[in-house]
Each structure stands twice: as structure tokens, then as C-alpha cells.
């Protein structure tokens, strides 16, 4: 097992008493998922994916990372939210936060449609000059705004710099199967496209074709990420809470939620797990943010942040409980040097290394901030493999489906995502009645 929970650092917010009190629905909810009795019971795809994905698709996404590999410096993934995160996350944490400024025999990898910036756009357009550059958009409905954007900037560069017929040996299109625009576009270009399946919603995507290709194309082994899910998959079926940390961290944040903890903070000592407490960010409040109920998800990377939120945790309001994910390896150690001066008084620490520095800083934290009235559970994670990533990634997908039905809601659907879009696209003079309405009706409140 890659992932185990640890904890004792609970004892004083919950008791044994509460976990077994929880346990019936728990159990309720685990037959839920597994018999797709409940709400949004079509995207549970991701639960058998590890062992039932598309293999014939599987060894083309490696064969076309090989091309993007061997054809370009410069690699961009156009996506977002669930067609963005995943990938990035997986870079960081396999590879490093600084993969593009590393040493290296891959691409450097850059987002793109994830957001609307010009100087964004911009800079990573002036970053492709004199590079050779290969393209992934990446969107299931291939209607979302930001990405087809981008695309088109990037589709445009393409053709360009290289004509019509080599721009399209160039662009990889991730999309669902049959049906929207993009599908539309590459099937008249002749691009060369993945699927996403219908039955797995973008945030539960990221090991389909959505996150492996750019994964794949940073060099990382996809095999051990599969590997490492379906050791997950197979490691958490029994529902008893005794003996299933991820039905248990599920059951946990329940508990802590009905007794007024109503924000969890996932926390990091390791940087490289940033994007992926952004990716887990999105999984939680898309999943669990709705009908006035859900768990408000937040993240730090300390030490760096308990030097910013690090008060406010300790002492401000107290609706709120941390995990903390504690990479017990130390990939690539660090020895504080000796000073024979000793001027900043800091030779005590001089011979151990930055990861057992790190540990100790999660120590003391973990204590203050139970003192403080912060209940804190602990995660251990092997280390930052691929296997490890794909492990961590089921352990989270699954503790959310469980998490969700337990809290009374459809954890595979966001309605509420549609709100804002459907006012831009009526203020951006989308043509359609039902638009020009809405237009009427927003600019009376704006002006
Ligand atoms: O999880 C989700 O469903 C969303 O975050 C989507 O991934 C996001 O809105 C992008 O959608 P699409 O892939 O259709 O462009």
C-alpha cells in the first residue's frame, strides 16, 4: 500500500464510538457506488478503469507521446478544470514543480486554456519562437470557452509555421467519442484523437487519455501510474472502517463536518504536491459543494504558508480540520552543511538532512495546531512515484464517491458550474434568444 492513514493525532475530536456510529452508512454508501443505486449513478467509469481501460488506445497515447517526444521542444496541453488539473499535478508530483527548467530529454510542457489572459497568451505564444511545437486540446464537451480559445490561437501558430498538412501531424485532440465541436473539427482535419469516456466526468478523468497523454509525453511511466490505481482499486473493497483507510478518511471528514469542522485544509510539506492539492481542490468542491451542504476545500504547502495562514490556523475560527500528505521518502536528500563560525547559530541542525528538518516542522505543526483546536490526519505516502501518484489518485476518487452519498449528495455531477458561463456568454453577445434575455436582464443590474 502506497497510502496509509494515520490517525492518533485525532483522539480528542473523534472517538471510536462516533466511527462505529458512522459505520451503517458507510456501508450504505459504499453499495450505493458499487451498485449504481444512487444520483449520477452513469459516471462511475473510474471505478474499474484501472483494470478495464481501452488497452489498443493505451499503447497509441504512448506511441504519440513518442512522436511529441522526438518532434518538438515545446509541448502545450490546452485544457481546464478537470481536463487541466490532473496532468499538471501528475508533472509536478512524479517530476518536479521546476520540470520545465530542469535538465532533460522531453519537452518542456506549458497550460494553455486554462484561464483568459492576454499577457498570459501572449508570453507563451512569444515562448514558441524558434521551437518546434506539438498541441493537445483537451475538452470533453469541446464547447468550454477558455480552451477553444486557446485553441484557436494555437491551431492558427501551427499551420503557419508549419502548412496545413504538417500542423496537423501535430495536433492530438482528447474529446469524447462521437459528439461536439472539437470531435467535429478533428474529424474533418484528420487529427489524431483520444476519448474520453462517456461514463467518467472530467475531475475523476485524469487517468484516461485526458491526463495520460501529457503525462506521458513528460516521460512518465503510465504503466506503474495504472499499476499503482489498481492496487488502490483492489486494496479497498471491504467497507468495514477498520480495515479500509480510504472508507475511513471518507468517514472522518463526515464526522468532522456534522461537529462544525466545515472546511478542510489539505496540507503539504512538499511542493511538488501543490498542483495535486489544487487537482483534489477541484475533485471535493465540484463533487461535494451543492444543495447548501459540502466541505469548503482549501490547501497549504508548508512550512512556506505557516508563514502566511500558519496564524490563522492556529487560532481563528475553528470550523476547520487539516489533512496533511507526508511523503515519507526523500528522493533526492539534502545535508545541512556545517559552519565552522556557526554565525547564525543554526550548527545543531548542520548534518541532518532538509527532509528530516521538514519532518520535524511537521511534527511540531501537527501538535500545535492540535492543540490549537485543529483536528489533523495524517496520510503517509510512500513517496512521489508514478505508482504512488495513480495509488493516491484512487484512494481520493473513491474516498469522494463514499464522502458524497454519505453527505446526501450527487458527487458526480456541477450544476452550478453552468451559472457563470451562461452569464458570459449572454454578456459576450452569444447569439440566441435565450441569451439576448438573459443580456437584458444582467446589464439592468450591472448598469
Ligand atoms: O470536472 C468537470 O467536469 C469540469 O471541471 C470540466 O472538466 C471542465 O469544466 C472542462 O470541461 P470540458 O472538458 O468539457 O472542456
Known amino acids: 500500500m502506497s497510502v496509509r492513514l494515520e490517525t492518533k493525532y485525532l483522539n480528542k475530536f473523534v472517538s471510536p464510538e462516533m466511527l462505529a456510529a458512522i459505520q451503517p452508512q458507510i456501508t450504505a454508501a459504499d453499495r450505493t457506488l458499487r451498485e449504481g443505486t444512487g444520483a449520477g449513478s452513469d459516471f462511475r467509469g473510474w471505478i474499474d478503469l484501472p483494470v478495464q481501460y481501452d488497452k489498443e488506445e493505451f499503447a497509441r497515447i504512448k506511441m504519440a507521446a513518442e512522436r511529441i517526444r522526438k518532434s518538438c ?12 488539473l490532473g496532468a499538471r499535478a501528475a508533472i509536478e508530483f512524479v517530476r518536479s514543480p521546476l520540470y520545465n527548467s530542469l535538465k532533460k530529454d522531453t519537452p518542456d510542457i506549458y497550460f494553455a486554456g486554462n484561464g483568459i489572459n492576454s499577457a498570459y497568451l501572449n508570453e507563451l505564444l512569444s515562448l514558441c519562437e524558434g521551437r518546434d511545437v506539438c498541441i493537445n486540446v483537451i475538452s470533453k464537451s469541446g464547447t468550454t470557452t477558455e480552451p477553444a480559445v486557446a485553441f484557436r490561437v494555437f491551431r492558427a501558430l501551427l499551420e503557419q509555421k508549419y502548412g496545413e498538412e504538417e500542423a496537423v501531424k501535430r495536433i492530438f485532440v482528447t474529446t469524447d467519442k462521437a459528439r461536439g465541436k472539437l470531435k467535429e473539427l478533428a474529424d474533418e482535419k484528420g487529427y489524431e484523437t483520444f476519448v474520453v469516456p462517456d461514463d467518467i466526468g472530467g475531475r475523476y478523468s485524469v487517468l484516461t487519455a ?9 516521460g512518465i511511466d503510465i504503466d506503474a501510474m495504472m499499476e499503482g490505481a489498481a492496487a488502490a482499486r483492489a486494496a479497498y473493497t471491504d467497507p468495514d472502517l477498520s480495515r479500509n483507510d480510504c472508507y475511513r478518511y471518507a468517514a472522518i471528514r463526515n464526522l468532522l463536518y456534522r461537529g462544525g469542522k466545515t472546511s478542510e485544509i489539505m496540507v503539504t510539506y512538499d511542493p511538488a504536491l501543490a498542483l495535486f492539492n489544487e487537482w483534489w481542490k477541484q475533485l471535493y468542491g465540484e463533487s461535494e459543494g451543492k444543495d447548501g451542504k459540502g466541505l469548503f476545500p482549501a490547501s497549504v504547502v508548508f512550512s512556506t504558508d505557516l508563514h502566511s495562514l500558519g496564524q490563522y490556523i492556529q487560532q481563528g475560527l475553528r470550523n476547520i480540520f487539516e489533512t496533511v500528505i507526508d511523503v515519507r521518502s526523500d528522493a533526492s536528500p539534502f545535508v545541512i552543511p556545517e559552519d565552522p563560525a556557526n554565525i547564525d547559530g543554526m550548527n545543531y541542525i548542520a548534518g541532518k538532512t532538509m527532509h528530516e528538518v521538514n519532518y520535524n516542522a511537521f511534527l511540531a505543526t501537527v501538535l500545535s495546531h492540535t492543540d490549537g483546536g485543529v483536528p489533523n490526519m495524517v496520510l503517509e505516502l510512500d513517496g512521489r512515484s508514478a505508482y504512488d501518484f495513480g495509488y493516491l489518485v484512487y484512494f481520493f476518487e473513491l474516498a469522494c464517491g463514499i464522502s458524497g452519498y454519505t453527505l446526501g449528495v450527487n458527487p458526480f455531477d456541477q450544476p452550478g458550474v453552468e451559472g457563470y458561463k451562461n452569464n458570459m456568454y449572454a454578456l459576450l453577445g452569444k447569439p440566441g434568444a435565450e441569451h439576448e ?3 437584458a436582464e444582467l446589464k439592468s443590474r450591472i448598469n
Request: aromatic share 8%; net charge positive.
Open 73 to 84: 521542444d515545446v509541448f502545450i496541453a490546452i485544457g481546464i478544470g478537470g481536463s487541466y
Open 210 to 218: 485526458v491526463g495520460l497523454l501529457p503525462i506521458a509525453v513528460a
Open 437 to 439: 434575455k438573459r443580456r
